[in-house]
């Protein structure tokens, strides 16, 4: 740099017109001479900003900054309340029971409209995923309180161990009742089953009679008959209005088209009770319906029509291909 | 806010809110301790911090008022004891104050806040001026002349001492 140039820039830099490139070259300018002269201010003050630039807090500071996020109480506040929470923190075990007691909630209340889907974090740490037209609304003081929740539709929850304080999902006249696990649950008004596909956890589940549901299986509480009526392995497709990808490993046409159904939102129908019984192996990752029953029609050798109400699969001859 | 993505996007930014909370308040375990809650008070309400427009500036923004807070109290106890030691108490010993980095600190902290704010943000952690503005909450024009006020203040002062030496 000429000493016209660098007469230019300072008069620019003290104007604060200078850009962050220019800065830089007076800063790398001021930084390749030791300037002897104590007196340049110049020489002084960009000396002062290098030395700041790099000045970094201690490594031992930094893991307390990160204890924030783990869900431990900073290193400062360390107290009995943090082993419990390691504690609960440690439980897998889940336990979910039907809760038959209405609740005063105050309204914090999140809705999806139709094919609208959203995450929501939820302010004691667990993740909410609401799938079209769900209605959930949770109480004040989530965070350090009861933790209460209301649900119409469907959601995927990814609940925060707490085994002090157990989390409550009320579904119209009965609940479910978690202390950390994972869980899909679907509970439309139109419906008459609520079902629940847990995906990690031990869970208690019923109303009279309880059943214990591990990861990786289904219940289906029907509300006319107000019994469990099935228990099953779970569904890979509980979630895939969350995944946005359809699994059929061996499946029957049935369930298939049960599946196709919820994720589409269209009905699908099998017109030929005898092909209720073929099964149907594949994956479709962002699956269109087009698309899907293309590859259904192909592979199970079955014509389908796709109209204004819905879808309509006929063909019997499914196991000669 | 998930919390992963608090990780990736909150928890990088402790140490340039350390070293700004350093240049307010001129005091390392202060600072230290300020990042601290700070982080904190950010962490328990994550769940709204998705919908920040500029998350940097908005942190930035939280740890100056914080700073501020914690200055403004300061100088009630000092009024209440009367004495005119300054805060800046990184400088311990007489030798250190003929240093000339210790000098240009001491001379920075004697500059009133927005200008502090402003320079600090300009010239250690070398953001655009349209970032500072969102912190100091002024128009990008108004933290250029607030940031060339304090350049020029900083040169007088420091030529000043040495036509005096």
């Known amino acids: 740099m000429t000493e016209e140039e660098l007469e230019i820039l300072i008069d620019k830099y003290y104007n604060g017109d200078t850009t962050l490139d220019e800065e830089k070259r007076l800063s790398d300018h001021y930084d390749q001479f030791v300037a002897q002269e104590t007196g340049d201010a110049n020489y002084a003050l960009f000396a002062f900003f290098k030395s700041r630039q790099i000045d970094q807090p201690g490594p031992a500071f930094v893991s307390r900054i990160e204890a924030i996020t783990s869900g431990q109480v900073p290193v400062k506040q360390r107290n009995l309340a943090w082993i419990a929470r390691v504690a609960a923190a440690l439980t897998v075990v889940a336990a979910v029971v039907w809760w038959l007691l209405p609740l005063d909630m105050s309204p914090n209340e999140l809705a999806t409209g139709t094919g609208e889907r959203r995450s929501i974090d939820l302010p004691d740490g667990t993740v909410v995923w609401l799938n079209s037209n769900t209605n959930v609304e949770y109480d004040d003081g989530f965070e350090t309180g009861a933790r209460n929740m209301r649900l119409s539709g469907e959601a995927y929850f990814e609940v925060k161990p707490d085994h002090e304080r157990p989390f409550r999902i009320h579904t119209g006249k009965v609940a479910v009742e978690v202390l950390g696990t994972s869980f899909n649950l679907r509970s439309y008004p139109s419906e008459t089953d609520i079902v629940l596909n847990v995906t990690t956890g031990l869970v208690k589940f019923g109303s009279k009679e309880k059943v214990e549901v591990a990861g990786g299986n289904r219940a289906t509480y029907n509300i006319p008959a107000n019994a469990i009526r099935s228990l099953t392995p779970a569904n890979p497709n509980a979630t895939a209005w969350k995944t946005r990808r359809l699994v059929f490993e061996d499946a029957l046409l049935g369930d298939v088209a049960d599946d196709l159904a919820r994720y589409f939102d269209k009905s699908v129908v099998i017109e030929t009770p005898e092909a209720l019984n073929c099964h149907f192996t594949g994956s479709f990752e962002k699956p269109e319906l087009a698309e899907v029953l293309k590859v259904i029609g192909y592979t199970l050798n079955m014509e389908y029509d796709i109209r204004e109400g819905g879808v309509v699969l006929s063909g019997q001859n499914c196991s000669t291909k | ?165």
């Open chain 2, 1 to 165: 806010m998930r919390p992963e993505e608090f990780q990736n996007r909150v928890l990088p930014l402790h140490a340039g809110l350390y070293r700004f909370a350093r240049s307010l308040l001129n005091h390392r375990e202060e600072a230290e301790d300020c990042v601290q809650e700070v982080m904190t008070k950010l962490w328990s309400k994550k769940n709204t911090l998705s919908h920040v427009r500029d998350l940097k500036a908005y942190c930035f923004q939280i740890m100056r008022n914080h700073c501020l807070d914690i200055l403004r109290k300061k100088k009630m106890d000092l009024k209440d004891i009367d004495t005119g030691i300054p805060s800046d108490s990184d400088v311990h010993t007489e030798a250190e104050m003929t240093d000339k980095l210790a000098i240009v600190q001491r001379l920075i902290s004697r500059l009133p806040e927005p200008q502090r704010t402003v320079i600090h943000l300009r010239s250690i952690e070398a953001w655009e001026m349209n970032e500072i503005a969102e912190v100091t909450g002024t128009t990008v024009e108004h933290a250029r002349v607030i940031l060339s006020r304090a350049r020029l203040a900083l040169r007088q002062a420091y030529q000043t001492i040495y036509a005096n030496d």
